[in-house]
């Protein structure tokens, strides 16, 4: 009886696998219809509905071989919003959203990033329209680059400059005029770019304060050495800095008006007496280093943990009366993530502490992902945007990744296409539409007239957004907006030849308006697949009657056969299956809380405790990131030395592919004795 069930079932699975053997690549993309942009394909690892809080998620893929890159807004599942249209963007940086004079502004850097790891491009401010407001190229005669743009309180704007200058380097063993890449960073008013203020690591910092070159750059003006390499630059509410750089140990505090240091929290020199014996003061290639909560903690992310090659987020409780540091939470890189290789080394990365105090960590050049923890550290959403074999490539990489709440109102229209008896709707950045209607006229199009005298009697109004023209116009179906590009089957009645179809937001506001296109209702009883089926007239009662008496039959033998021998089978399998996926759940149920959490913390436990939280073994941390049932997937966008590196392996039954849906595993060999290792501490 069994047997030809399974086999039944492996020819299934088998189908599945040749149609997973088409590699969809390290960095899977998303086609639509309606518009020409590449969407970024995610994969959702582990979610939760509490990392679902309505914001949306703010990255800007990067890489060698991504097809598409630009800044890109996703919502909280994960469906594209916004992505830049225009294919001439160099490579953008540190999409974000900032306040500048009460008002909400996309941010982004654009340009070129192939500077020896910094770059020359230009900061983009558009409002809520996608419409640019502001472009800041930096003060005369240099670049802004695009480790750092920051709008502060006092509605000024703080960024990061690379400048080559001359700099005596015989203490390091160089040459008495050598060349160093300064890092400088400048704060500016938007509104007129009069630098405000302006600092460089070259006056303030000695070269033997940083971490010694490998052999001996420096000696001519086309070879500077990077000494500084600044990341990060935070303002106080008392006007001073605080600055992180990838060749420091430290984060260093600036006196807001002489640029002096006033402290340096970290590394060999510093300040703070720590409490969390070295670990809250011991980082290498600190980044995102904020003032939170005032300026009592901060957040950085580090690159690399002492004592292993785990990158990890970082929440410090920092007293600057008394001098000292402890850490607060820890946010080790969850699965394969953040996993620094012995061989080269790694750059990017950030944290954002949210409102709600969950903490958003993402992974720079080490892992095209990001993973949603909650105070207490424990990975709640872990989203990826690359395939594992990408990790620690760079390829793709999102420099920083944030979460916000963000209204976008398009100033352009929804776009719109027909294919048979499909219709096909997007607007691209538009974040209010709940639902699309498909509406249909039977008179021609509305032509514009330049004088509204010469319209004749069936074009009363030329305007075809005006009130007027939708009289011509009348509801054929109204459908809920999924994702990015939405697509509504049209009603095999409709018979109107003109459609068009308007965005209704949640409260059923009509807020855009497509254009409008012909329709062939003459496609109707034509044998085309798309068309619709050929109408048998009047139904005769007795043949409804016969086919419900059948249906209802078959109904029963399926439910009877499947009692009798599925059963047993699926309760058994679903029964694991709900172990394996929750298990991590039942230890910190009830914990959440604030002062529990430090209790939590000291515990000497708290490594078993956060280990179990970041347990790797689960099968759902080795799927790749294809999910092959997204009918939007675009081929495989590959780099043939990309190519040549995949070795995609069909997954038969794994606990990995949920029901009904084909996922490619794989084990990626290069990172599983770290994760191991790891796993055992
Ligand atoms: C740089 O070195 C000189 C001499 O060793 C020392 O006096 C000075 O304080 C140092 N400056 C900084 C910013 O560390
Ligand atoms: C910052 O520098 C100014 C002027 O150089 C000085 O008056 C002030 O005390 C300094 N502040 C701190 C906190 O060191
Ligand atoms: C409409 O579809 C029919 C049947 O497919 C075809 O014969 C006809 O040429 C089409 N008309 C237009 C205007 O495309």
Not at 30 to 46: A, K, Q
Not at 322 to 333: L, Q, T, W
Not at 365 to 383: D, I, L, R, S
Not at 493 to 516: E, M, N, W
Request: net charge negative.
């Amino acid at each position: 009886m069994w047997r030809p069930f399974i086999a039944i079932t492996a020819l299934l699975n088998l189908a599945g696998a040749f149609r997973d053997s088409e590699p969809t690549g390290e960095w899977p993309t998303e086609l639509y219809r309606t518009s020409s942009v590449l969407g970024t394909s995610v994969y959702s690892v582990r979610s939760n509905a509490a990392c679902k809080d309505g914001l949306y998620t703010f990255l800007s893929p990067r890489g060698e071989g991504v097809a598409a890159r630009g800044p890109t807004i996703l919502d909280q599942e994960g469906e594209l919003v916004w992505t830049s249209e225009s294919t001439t963007i160099g490579a953008a940086y540190n999409l974000d959203v900032q306040e500048y004079k009460g008002n909400q502004y996309l941010t982004f850097w654009e340009g070129d990033d192939k500077l020896d790891g910094h770059g020359r491009g230009t900061i983009h401010m558009l409002d809520q329209q996608y419409i640019k407001r502001y472009e800041i190229q930096g003060p005369t005669g240099a670049s802004a680059d695009f480790h750092e743009f920051r709008i502060t309180r006092d509605d000024t704007a703080l960024f990061t400059i690379y400048e080559t200058v001359s700099v005596d380097l015989r203490a390091v063993r160089g040459p008495e005029r050598g060349w160093v890449w300064d890092s400088r960073f400048v704060e500016i008013d938007i509104e007129t770019n009069e630098v405000l203020f302006d600092w460089r690591a070259s006056e303030h910092f000695n070269v033997t304060d940083v971490e010694r070159p490998s052999g001996s750059p420096g000696w001519s003006y086309g070879d500077p050495w990077d000494f500084f390499h600044l990341h990060s630059v935070d303002k106080d509410a008392k006007g001073n800095y605080l600055i992180s750089a990838v060749h420091t140990d430290h984060l260093t505090y600036l006196n807001g008006s002489s640029g002096d240091i006033i402290w340096r929290l970290g590394g060999e020199h510093s300040d703070f007496e720590d409490l969390s014996e070295g670990r809250g003061s011991t980082f290498a290639w600190p980044h995102d280093a904020r003032f939170q909560d005032g300026d009592k903690k901060i957040t950085l992310f580090d690159n690399t943990t002492p004592g292993d090659k785990v990158n990890r987020g970082l929440l410090l409780d920092v007293d600057q009366s008394s001098m000292k540091v402890s850490i607060r939470s820890e946010f080790r890189a969850f699965g394969h993530a953040g996993v620094t290789p012995e061989s080269q080394p790694q750059s990017d990365g950030s944290i954002q502490a949210l409102n709600n105090g969950n903490v958003l960590v993402s992974y720079g050049k080490n892992g095209a992902a990001w993973t949603e923890f909650t105070k207490m550290a424990v990975p709640m959403c872990h989203t990826q945007f690359g395939a594992i074999s990408s990790f620690g490539t760079g390829n793709p990489a999102s420099y920083r990744v944030r979460k916000h709440a963000w209204v976008g109102k398009p100033d352009t229209t929804p776009a719109f296409e027909l294919n048979g008896y499909e219709a096909a709707v997007s607007w691209n950045g538009a974040t209010e539409v709940g639902r699309w209607v498909l509406e249909g006229s039977q008179v021609p199009l509305p032509i514009h007239h330049s004088n509204p005298d010469d319209a004749d009697g069936n074009d009363p109004n030329p305007n075809p957004n005006s009130g007027k023209s939708d009289n011509f116009f009348s509801a054929i179906t109204t459908v809920k907006r999924t994702g990015f590009e939405t697509i509504i089957n049209i009603p095999f009645h409709t018979d109107q030849p003109f459609l068009r179809v308007r965005a209704l937001d949640r409260k059923g506001q009509i807020i855009g308006t497509s254009a409008i296109l012909p329709f062939n209702a003459t496609m109707k009883g034509s044998n085309s697949p798309a068309g619709p089926p050929s109408e048998s007239g009047s139904h005769h009662p007795a043949a409804l009657i016969f086919a419900g008496v059948s249906a209802a039959l078959v109904l029963i033998a399926c439910i009877y056969f499947f009692r009798r021998y599925c059963w047993a089978f699926c309760l058994r399998s679903c029964r694991r299956a709900r172990l394996g996926r929750y298990r991590y759940l039942p230890g910190y149920r009830g914990r959440d809380e604030e002062e529990n959490w430090e209790e939590y913390y000291a515990n000497g436990e708290q490594e078993e405790g956060l280990h179990i939280a970041t347990d790797t073994e689960s099968d759902d941390s080795d799927v790749e990131v294809s999910e092959l049932d997204n009918p939007r997937l675009s081929p495989a966008l590959l780099s043939p030395a990309l190519g040549s590196r995949l070795s995609w392996q069909s997954s038969l039954g794994s606990p990995g592919s949920s029901i009904g849906r084909s996922v490619l595993v794989r084990t990626p060999s290069t990172y599983s004795n770290v994760s191991s290792r790891e796993k055992q501490q």
